[in-house]
């Protein structure tokens, strides 16, 4: 069964960049979907980016060019490259994958992100 870990998150200060990782413990060259998503306290989880079988990529209207979702198929792993960060961007960012249209979801245990002012 195909496991998936995010590292990456941290403290920075608003502006500042990071570069989230979700490494597969399996081949994501296949992968149906691929996708990061965001969780704050007491809110809903939401889309941030994603990457389809395709190529075609998706981004939530409120990256606004500041985020880049890409994935290295040779070392199994996604990444979430994050610019000009805001204190609102602090939030849990978890990574999910589908490996066929009728896979299950497989989530990613979160990494804590903070942006301070």
């Known amino acids: 069964q195909v496991q998936l870990v995010e590292s990456g998150g941290g403290l920075v200060q608003a502006g500042g960049s990071l570069r989230l990782s979700c490494a597969a413990s399996g081949s994501i060259s296949g992968a149906y979907f691929m996708g990061w998503y965001r969780q704050a306290p007491g809110k809903q989880r939401e889309s941030v980016a994603s990457?389809?079988?395709?190529?075609?990529?998706y981004y939530g209207d409120f990256v606004k060019g500041r985020f880049t979702i890409s994935k290295d198929n040779g070392k199994n792993t996604m990444y979430l490259q994050m610019n000009s960060l805001k204190p609102e961007d602090t939030c849990v960012y978890y990574c999910?994958?589908?490996?066929?249209?009728?896979?299950?979801?497989?989530w990613g245990q979160g990494t804590q992100v903070t942006v301070s002012s």
């Open positions: 990457i389809s079988r395709g190529g075609s990529i």
């Open positions: 999910k994958m589908r490996l066929s249209f009728g896979d299950v979801e497989r």
